[in-house]
Each structure stands twice: as C-alpha cells, then as structure tokens.
C-alpha cells in the first residue's frame, strides 16, 4: 500500500471568534489527495474547522487562534502568508452557490483573471477543461455568454465548483455538500466528487452518513466537549468508523453519533 501523505497537519488549534472559544485542541492529519469528510452536531464548529483552513474566519469576525496548521509544511497562520495565494490553493465552495451576475464564462474564468493575463485562447482551453471536470460542460456548452444566474441551483453549485478548480487548487473545501439539493442534482455533485477524488485533497462537511460513507475515505467528528466547545472527538477511515458503530449492534449508532 502506497504511504499516505498529509495534505494539511494541524496541531493543538483553538480558534476564538470575539474572545469567544469556538474550536479547542485540535489535531488532525488530513490525508493528501482522498476526501475526507465532517460530521457532527449543528453548532460544534465543523463550518468554523473548515474555514480555519484557509483562513476565510477572518473575513468573518475578529479572531485568534493558538497551535498551528501547516500546508505541505507551511504555517497558514504564519505572518507572511499570501491570502490570496492560499485561498487559491485551498479553495472554498460553499453550500449555497455565490455566482457573480455574469455569463457562465466570465464567472469561470473570474479568478483565472485575476491571477494574471491569459491570452484568449488559452483562456477558453482553461475554462472548457474547468467545465469538463465540473461535469457541466455538455449542459452549458452552447449557452457560455449567457447569465449563469439563469442556470438551475443545482447547476450553479457545480459551476461553483468549475470556477475553483479553474485557478488548479490543490484542496477544495466543500461546506455543507448538497444541502437541500433534490437527488438527482445531489447524485450529479457525488459522481462529480468521484471523479475528482485521483487529483485532488477533498474535505467536505455533510450531514448525510449514507453520503459519508459512500464517498469519503476519512471521517473526522466533531462534538461539543464538556465546556460545549468544538472539539474533533474522532478521526479515522470511514468503513472502519462505519463498521465499529455497527458492531456495536446500533443499527443507528452511526447516524445518532453523526448528528
Ligand atoms: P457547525 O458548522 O458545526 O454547525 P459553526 O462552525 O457554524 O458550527 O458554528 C460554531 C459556533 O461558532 C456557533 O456557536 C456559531 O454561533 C459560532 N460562530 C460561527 N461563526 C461566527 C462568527 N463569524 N462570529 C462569531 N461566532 C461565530
């Protein structure tokens, strides 16, 4: 079996928003390229977890934080951290998609743009080959300069998902994956997440356990701790975290443990 490498190593984290500990003493290794997945209560900071990663926390209040996560070797939380640059490499989708009122293409190709200069043809490679993986491109192929607002929800979430991959992150954090999605939309996102599983580090955050133990490697579960903080109580791979809950009898156990 080939050595699994850590995509992203953190070590004793405690995030506080205002003062106020949200997560506390963290440490988890998140395995390079498989999708490992969140679960846990509502409120225990599995969204919070996730955004600590790319440091999207501190778009949203003030925060601190103590022990460190390191990408490849490299402290996220370290003073010369480019944030832009990290959040290109470790690249959030968020559960409701945020598309811009613009055409398909230039939502696609927004971050692309941003980086740097493309000539137009190399521009519409990029965007066709984000597309293609998004596994969108047979359904908007000859509508690209219309608005991608037009587009169905479930489609704009996999649009979301052609526009991070577009500026090649090494890491996609999904939050919330498929909530309130009807099951065929749903199945197209899970086979999407299938294909992407070989070139890329995936961690999503779900309430689903049929959908955690179908597509996951990993599971990581989040609890309130005494004090009710987040706190990560388990992590392990998923058939082995899926087969103990059932020996242990519960045909549930699984499911009541994950909520
Ligand atoms: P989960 O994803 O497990 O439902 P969250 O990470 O969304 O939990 O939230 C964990 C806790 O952090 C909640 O008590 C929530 O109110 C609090 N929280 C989340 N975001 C912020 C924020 N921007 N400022 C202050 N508190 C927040």
């Known amino acids: 079996m080939s050595k699994i490498i850590s995509a992203i190593q953190v070590k004793n984290f405690s995030l506080y928003y205002e003062n106020h500990k949200i997560i506390e003493d963290v440490s988890i290794d998140i395995p390079q390229n498989q999708i490992t997945a969140i ?14 990663l790319n440091r999207i926390t501190e778009l949203e209040g003030k925060v601190k934080t103590e022990g460190t996560i390191e990408f490849f070797g490299q402290n996220i939380y370290g003073r010369r951290v480019n944030l832009n640059r990290l959040r290109r490499q470790i690249s959030t989708v968020y559960a ?97 997440i299938e294909c992407l599983r070989s070139e890329l580090t995936i961690i999503f955050v779900s309430h689903n356990i049929q959908q955690v133990s179908q597509l996951s490697d990993f599971t990581a579960v989040f609890n309130y701790n005494e004090h009710q903080i987040g706190q990560l109580s388990e992590f392990s791979a998923t058939k082995k975290l899926i087969s103990h809950s059932f020996e242990h009898g519960h045909r549930d156990y699984a499911y009541t443990r994950f909520r």
């Open 39 to 52: 679960i846990g209560p509502s409120g225990c900071g599995k969204s919070t977890f996730l955004k600590s």
């Open 96 to 192: 409701k998609p945020n598309l811009f009122p613009l055409s398909i293409y230039d939502n696609v190709a927004y971050g692309v743009k941003l980086i740097g200069w493309n000539p137009k043809t190399e521009l519409d490679k990029i965007i066709q080959l984000a597309l293609k993986s998004a596994n969108i491109w047979e359904e908007v192929k000859n509508k690209l300069h219309k608005s991608a607002l037009e587009l169905s929800y479930g489609q704009q979430i996999r649009l979301c998902i052609a526009r991070a991959l577009a500026v090649k992150p090494q890491i996609l954090l999904i939050d919330e994956l498929c909530a309130g999605l009807d099951p065929l939309a749903t199945s197209k996102i899970e086979e999407l």
